[in-house]
């Protein structure tokens, strides 16, 4: 048999890519992307056929988590630049990730109860309330309370978390973006505690109120006031997918890890990042 007919009974005709050898210094696909090592991370503590499953889409989620905080973390440094078209174009990338977050519930919506009971006490403490990426996320949106750092003591995501409480917000770059365009007073402080929650209040709801009734003045600005309302609207669908999610496998029962559970996660459903772009559509 012959070179080319090998290459057609494998599929790999002359003009598929990998019937040649790479080009000298280039880098192969599994290596450039780590897969043989990611593909090794699942290690199933059970013999349940859905316990990989979990496993799998719960680290596609923090990869997703990882995405999206660096995205938003680019956005708030450009915003701090006054580079707003650049901003939005972000912004637009990421509400895609958020997207793909949203949908990685229905992979857990379709456990069931019993499927999940198969595994769940191998879970011992784990939970996903202690995820360091979620946590940092939150943090970086403005949702800051120091005590949140607690529970990721003694882990290796600690240093990260601690350092998100003490960088300012997306929410904090965009008020102050509002501010040099003179729709808002500077902070009172000259270095704001960036511990604490973004700056609130009717003076904020002014600022986003005077973009909103003169569009087309503010264009960029009204551009910028819709996409954290998109990045806000993501975020309290997924909350409230994963609490709707929550209920489905576990009904009213404590959450893995001792956590509250459905409790909980119905408190922080009614949770709404940047507020002031929320109250002001009832005053419009």
Request: charged share 20%.
């Amino acid at each position: 048999m012959t070179t080319e007919q090998t290459a057609r009974g494998s599929g790999r005709g002359p003009g598929c890519p990998l019937s040649a050898a790479a080009p000298p210094g280039t880098t192969p696909y599994a290596h450039y992307a780590r897969m043989d090592e990611l593909l090794a991370l699942q290690h199933p503590l059970s013999t349940a056929d859905t316990e990989p499953g979990f496993i799998i889409m719960s680290q596609v989620k923090e990869l997703l988590f990882k995405l999206l905080h660096t995205e938003l973390t680019t956005a708030r440094d450009q915003l701090d630049k006054d580079a707003l078209g650049d901003a939005l174009w972000t912004l637009r990338r990421s509400a895609r990730v958020q997207q793909v977050l949203l949908v990685s519930w229905e992979t857990f919506s379709v456990l069931s109860p019993a499927e999940f009971a198969q595994f769940r006490d191998v879970l011992g403490s784990a939970s996903g309330f202690q995820s360091a990426g979620y946590r940092r996320l939150e943090f970086l949106l403005g949702h800051k309370d120091a005590a949140m750092v607690a529970p990721h003591r003694g882990t290796a995501g600690h240093a990260a978390v601690a350092s998100q409480l003490r960088e300012p917000s997306l929410y904090d770059a965009a008020l102050a973006l509002l501010a040099r365009r003179g729709l808002l007073t500077p902070a009172d402080a000259p270095n704001p505690d960036t511990t604490l929650p973004y700056r609130t209040g009717f003076e904020v709801e002014e600022a986003w109120r005077a973009v909103y009734r003169d569009p087309g003045r503010h264009h960029e600005l009204h551009l910028l006031a819709e996409a954290l309302m998109d990045t806000a609207e993501q975020f309290a669908r997924w909350r409230y997918t994963h609490l709707l999610t929550v209920q489905r496998m576990l009904g009213a029962k404590p959450g893995t890890g001792g956590t509250e559970g459905v409790a909980w996660l119905a408190r922080i459903s009614e949770h709404r990042f940047f507020p002031e772009l929320w109250s002001v559509r009832s005053t419009l």
